[in-house]
């Protein structure tokens, strides 16, 4: 029997057992009431380097009790931004253990916030906002991508690009693959890192692991930040197309 006679076939047992409706929803029908919460852990007066790298630690313990595999832990100017796709209450029960987190932290951090995150539009606003820092003419609809440089005055070069596929791109960096790396680094770096050099050597590795080549990464590298750096930029989006995969 496949799985739409088993599914009919449960429905009864639903009727009889209304809490085992509740605890296999996931398994049968996937994730249904699951949402991106992000929670803020505003900075106190005695926050420092080592208090936040040891935050992360706290966060993992957070996720391990709720058995969370997907999420994303950032810096920011005023907060530690923790993001988690979870259901209501489990978003209650981490908000009530970040805040004794908080109280535990030595006036490291002084209060944390809650609301919610959506990763599609994130990245959305975020692909567009610095398309327009940088001067690109996006026609409706459409993406961009950094091509590579121009051989004579290594100006940034723009093309079109697939502006759905870039936000599900960026979606996947935020929810899928950071929170990885963090655990993975976290868990196991035997001290909090210091050394430029060695984190030199990370980058290279985490960028040839995926088939980066040496052009590639010379080229990603030197890239800065385009917000709002027009100097970078040969020209406007106007005069370039999608290059050939």
Same mark, same amino acid.
């Given at each position: 029997?496949?799985?739409? =006679?088993?599914?009919?076939?449960?429905?009864?047992? *639903?009727?009889?057992?209304?809490?085992?409706?509740?605890?296999?929803?996931? *398994?049968?029908?996937?994730?249904?009431?699951?949402?991106?919460?992000?929670?803020?852990?505003?900075?106190?007066?005695?926050?420092?380097?080592?208090?936040?790298?040891?935050?992360?630690?706290?966060?993992?313990?957070?996720?391990?009790?709720?058995?969370?595999?997907?999420?994303? /832990?950032?810096?920011?100017?005023?907060?530690?931004?923790? %993001?988690? @796709?979870?259901?209501?209450?489990? @978003?209650?029960?981490?908000?009530?253990?970040?805040?004794?987190? /908080?109280?535990?932290?030595? @006036?490291? !951090?002084?209060?944390?916030?809650?609301?919610?995150?959506?990763?599609?539009?994130?990245? %959305?606003?975020?692909?567009?906002?610095?398309? #327009?820092?940088?001067?690109?003419?996006?026609?409706? =609809?459409? =993406?961009?991508?950094?091509?590579?440089?121009?051989?004579?005055?290594?100006?940034?070069?723009?093309?079109?690009?697939?502006?759905?596929?870039?936000?599900?791109? *960026?979606?996947? !960096?935020?929810?899928?693959?950071?929170?990885?790396?963090?655990?993975?680094?976290?868990?196991?770096?035997?001290?909090?890192?210091?050394? #430029?050099?060695? !984190?030199? /050597?990370?980058?290279?590795?985490?960028?040839?692991?995926?088939?980066?080549?040496? !052009?590639?990464?010379?080229?990603? #590298?030197?890239?800065?930040?385009?917000?709002?750096?027009?100097?970078?930029?040969?020209?406007?989006?106007?005069?370039?197309?999608?290059?050939?995969?």
């Amino acid at each position: 029997m496949g799985k739409t =006679g088993q599914r009919s076939d449960l429905i009864d047992i *639903f009727k009889a057992r209304p809490s085992y409706l509740s605890n296999h929803t996931q *398994f049968w029908f996937g994730d249904l009431d699951l949402e991106w919460s992000e929670f803020q852990l505003i900075y106190g007066k005695k926050l420092d380097q080592r208090k936040l790298y040891d935050l992360r630690k706290s966060l993992l313990s957070v996720l391990d009790e709720h058995k969370i595999d997907d999420f994303l /832990v950032l810096n920011e100017p005023t907060c530690v931004l923790f %993001r988690v @796709e979870v259901d209501e209450k489990t @978003e209650e029960a981490i908000h009530n253990k970040l805040k004794d987190i /908080v109280k535990q932290s030595e @006036e490291a !951090f002084a209060d944390v916030k809650v609301g919610k995150w959506n990763p599609e539009q994130d990245a %959305r606003q975020r692909i567009l906002k610095v398309a #327009r820092d940088i001067g690109l003419n996006l026609q409706e =609809g459409k =993406g961009w991508m950094i091509a590579g440089r121009e051989p004579l005055n290594r100006l940034y070069v723009a093309a079109e690009d697939d502006l759905e596929l870039k936000v599900k791109e *960026f979606s996947v !960096f935020m929810t899928k693959v950071a929170g990885k790396f963090t655990r993975a680094y976290v868990e196991n770096m035997p001290r909090m890192i210091q050394d #430029r050099w060695l !984190f030199s /050597v990370l980058l290279h590795l985490l960028l040839n692991s995926i088939s980066i080549d040496q !052009f590639q990464e010379k080229e990603t #590298r030197e890239c800065p930040y385009l917000e709002r750096q027009r100097q970078y930029m040969s020209k406007t989006l106007e005069s370039y197309t999608t290059p050939e995969p």
